[in-house]
């Protein structure tokens, strides 16, 4: 299967140049962070978790997204999807290498991360985000290599493969809350201390995912022969709609509880993203944008026409993609330690090396992607050859 | 078999990468691999005759005890090792190993420079020259 | 060859499974060496100090009424060389690398939520020493992937394993009372004058306010209560007639963020 990879055309392997090229400085920086150490990052003891880790939160969500094509095809026999499942699958694999990259590059001492498994706490949630990472990642390898082995050979997938797809439905739906529980189960951190977190993790995993997803469908259209279908598509946007939907719904439940009760600890997070405090708001055009982008999206995913016009549908998928990165990959990590515990305002900015970095692991993913999906419409070309 | 040259090239470059310590070392020169260096006594750990444990399990051993008492000093708080013949010492690397052996570069180094380890404790902990 | 490659992978798998169970079980033996080193035929065994302090939960009470700015000051400064933590700040102008133990701040900082409104300018300033609060039911703790930071059941206190600090910082988001700093870089080109008798750390790691666990240990009280002119008061919670008891049957004390259930060790009396 694997040697589909390797043949391909020069646009492919141009862009596996640049995408290595990529990696490749993004590493020579993580080495320069390895030597100094993480202040070469903006981040300080107020503001200790970064862009890195928002990444990482974020793309817990891409990859969880996955169950959003399992789920339809393998629960409810809903066939359009039968085809795409594995470019779901696959889009899991990449985005979870990514998670843990993230993880990686954001430890001050990656040498001793085995001490994870040498002194198991089960009582960390990170414990707990180590296991549901290392299975999810497992399970859509197996299963998508596996499903797209029997495809290619006309067979029915193995027998075993079924309760590992079943067990990954739940388990998809795990990676994400486990991550909530990272935030959520902090006794002095307002912005995060809700039991929304999780529910909001997922519908704007839901939404941000079945997103790329649809842009993907678009490309790799472009670039192969191979077409998920316009019903597909269709349905995926209907997903996508009504996540964003109740990503803004829960949102709103939290801006209601948090101005409403008047908790200044709860409050002042989301007064510090929307409207600045004491001087600082650099995340304030961030927030509105990611807020105007994600209505926009709804209102043209709503109305019928507009969501089977390719180019809108392609424009609000790249608003909902934009409007959830920045409302996790940017405003919940930061939003969570500004103000701190003190209740002083100590802004984050992420520094120039950091942001590299954070592109040399987007690279790897997009490398890893990449190649899966060459491997899958290789395939799917060779039948419909 | 059109692919000939491409194998046996590959194959070329595989057996170099896999013998590569031995090609390195005929064209570099091997360290001297015979003669292994004998650390050097102080004054003070020649009089002292015993060390915390007896001299062959220091040598063998010193890693395992030294993380023992890391973990004992560090986590349960006792701080006071008491040998097999009852002598008790500070379990301290800087203050009671580097107290006697306060000769680093003869002591520690050579050896761990041969073997080539690379200890991290001098990242946290002093050595006598340095804090001079 | 179907087979035969079939039959390959299960070994390598198999073999896989074994090796990665193996190296655990290795990884996991220098673990269990405390079952294996004390105890075990005359072998060699780990006490106590003779003067080691000894305590059930050792706490604090600092009377802010005492308090100047100067004694804060002299608090810092001697818990700040005796631990050589750096200052990042002072020789490299770097905010954002900041390390600290405790460090004086203003009441409305210390309690937020529990401002006093109409209060004169001169006690709104006037300085209010932080630390960690080695809580009785540390959140920190909870969050911590390695147990690299604990509460030590023998007395209480806090403490870090700079050993087996792993850097993911978990901990300082954990913490409601910021009393954690992490080693952006290496330490010790901020160190002004290397205290020998303690280690520096590492970069990478996270430390904390250790309630001088090592000073405890030798018989002698922590440093910023030797310097705070009577100001703070250091005793064992659990002992009734322990001065820190005394005070608080006889003061109102106040601890930070008490609605958050992490039962603080450090109280105020203001």
């Known amino acids: 299967m694997l040697e589909k990879a390797l043949k391909g055309s020069k646009t492919y392997w141009i862009w596996l140049l640049a995408l290595a090229v990529v990696i490749a400085i993004g590493f020579l920086f993580y080495l320069r962070q390895l030597d100094f150490g993480l202040g070469i990052t903006g981040m300080s003891r107020d503001v200790s978790w970064g862009f890195y880790i928002a990444q990482f939160t974020f793309l817990v969500g891409v990859a969880a997204s996955a169950v959003m094509l399992v789920l339809p095809y393998y629960l409810h026999d809903y066939k359009t999807f039968g085809k795409i499942t594995v470019i779901g699958e696959f889009l899991a694999v990449s985005s979870v290498l990514m998670c843990m990259l993230f993880i990686i590059v954001d430890l001050g001492q990656p040498m001793r991360l085995l001490n994870v498994i040498f002194y198991p706490t089960p009582n960390s949630m990170l414990f707990w985000d180590m296991i549901v990472l290392n299975g999810y990642l497992f399970l859509n390898i197996v299963i998508g290599w596996n499903v797209l082995d029997a495809e290619r050979n006309g067979t029915a997938p193995e027998k075993w493969i079924k309760p590992l797809i079943y067990l990954s439905i ?34 704007s995993a839901f939404a941000a995912g079945p997103a790329f997803l649809i842009l ?56 510090y993203l929307f409207f600045g405090m004491h001087g600082h708001d650099a995340l304030v055009p961030w927030m509105w944008s990611s807020m105007a982008l994600m209505v926009v999206a709804v209102i043209l995913l709503i109305i019928p026409s507009a969501r089977r016009n390719e180019t809108t549908l392609i424009f609000a998928c790249i608003f909902v993609f934009i409007g959830t990165w920045i409302d996790k990959g940017l405003g919940m990590i930061s939003g969570g330690f500004v103000p701190n515990p003190l209740h002083e305002v100590n802004e984050y900015i992420p520094s120039i090396q950091e942001i590299i970095i954070t592109l040399g692991v987007y690279a790897t993913g997009l490398l890893v992607l990449t190649i899966l999906y060459k491997v899958v419409t290789g395939i799917k070309e060779e039948l419909a050859g | 078999m059109n692919d000939k040259n491409k194998i046996i090239a590959g194959l070329v470059i595989f057996f170099l990468v896999l013998l590569f310590p031995f090609w390195f070392n005929l064209i570099f020169g091997a360290a001297d691999a015979s003669t292994a260096p ?6 003070k750990a020649k009089e002292a005759e015993t060390c915390v444990a007896e001299t062959d399990h220091m040598r063998t051993e010193h890693m395992q005890i030294l993380d023992q008492w890391r973990d004992i000093v560090v986590r349960d708080g006792k701080r006071v090792y008491v040998a097999e ?6 379990a301290s ?40 | 060859m179907e087979n035969s490659r079939r039959r390959f992978l299960k070994t390598a798998g198999v073999s896989i499974l074994g090796v990665g169970a193996g190296s655990m079980l290795i990884g996991l033996a220098p673990g269990s060496t405390k079952a294996a080193g004390p ?11 003779p003067e080691a302090m000894k305590g059930g939960r050792w706490g604090m009470v600092i009377d802010t009424r005492k308090l100047k700015d100067s004694t804060c000051r002299k608090m810092e400064k001697a818990c700040h060389s005796i631990h050589n933590v750096p200052d990042h700040i002072g020789k490299f102008d770097k905010k954002n690398h900041e390390i600290k133990w405790i460090w004086a701040t203003e009441f409305k900082h210390a309690f937020p939520g529990q401002e006093v409104e109409f209060l004169s300018e001169k006690l709104e300033h006037a300085p209010v020493p932080v630390l960690c609060n080695h809580c009785d039911n540390p959140p920190c703790v909870r969050a911590c992937p390695t147990k690299a930071t604990f509460k030590r059941e023998s007395d209480g206190i806090v403490l870090m394993d700079f050993h087996r600090c792993i850097g993911c910082r978990f901990c300082m988001a954990a913490c409601p009372y910021g009393a954690r700093s992490f080693n952006f870089r290496d330490p010790r080109p901020a160190i002004e004058n290397e205290n020998p008798d303690f280690p520096t750390r590492m970069k990478g790691v996270v430390e904390k306010c250790n309630f001088c666990a090592e000073r405890l ?29 005394k005070l608080l049957a006889d003061e109102y004390a106040i601890r930070r963020k008490p609605n958050l259930g992490t039962f603080p060790s450090v109280f105020y009396i203001v």
């Open chain 3, 39 to 49: 105890g075990t035929k005359a072998g060699p065994s780990y006490t106590h100090g």
């Open chain 3, 217 to 245: 240990a030798v018989g002698k009280m922590p440093a910023c209560v030797e310097v705070s002119g009577g100001a703070l008061i250091f005793g064992d919670l659990n002992d009734p007639e322990s001065d820190v008891r």
């Open chain 2, 38 to 43: 004998e650390p050097k006594l102080t004054d």
């Open chain 2, 93 to 132: 690397l800087s203050n009671t190993c580097m107290d006697c052996h306060s000769n680093k570069e003869e002591f520690c180094d050579s050896c761990h420079n041969y073997t080539s380890v690379d200890p991290y404790c001098w990242d946290c902990h002093t050595y006598p020259e340095e804090t001079k």
């Open chain 1, 216 to 271: 993907l469908t678009f490309i790799i259209r472009k670039f192969t022969k191979f077409d998920a279908g316009k019903q597909a598509v269709q349905t995926l946007a209907k997903i996508v709609c009504y996540a964003v939907i109740a990503n803004l719904f829960f949102f709103l439940c939290e801006v209601f509880v948090a101005i409403y009760s008047q908790i200044p600890e709860h409050m002042a997070h989301l007064q």
């Open chain 2, 85 to 90: 013949n009852g002598k008790e010492y500070e």
């Open chain 1, 170 to 203: 739940p388990w998809a739906v795990s990676i994400h809350t486990v991550t909530a529980f990272l935030y959520c189960g902090l006794p002095g951190r307002g912005f995060w201390l809700t039991a929304v977190l999780a529910p909001r993790f997922l519908a």
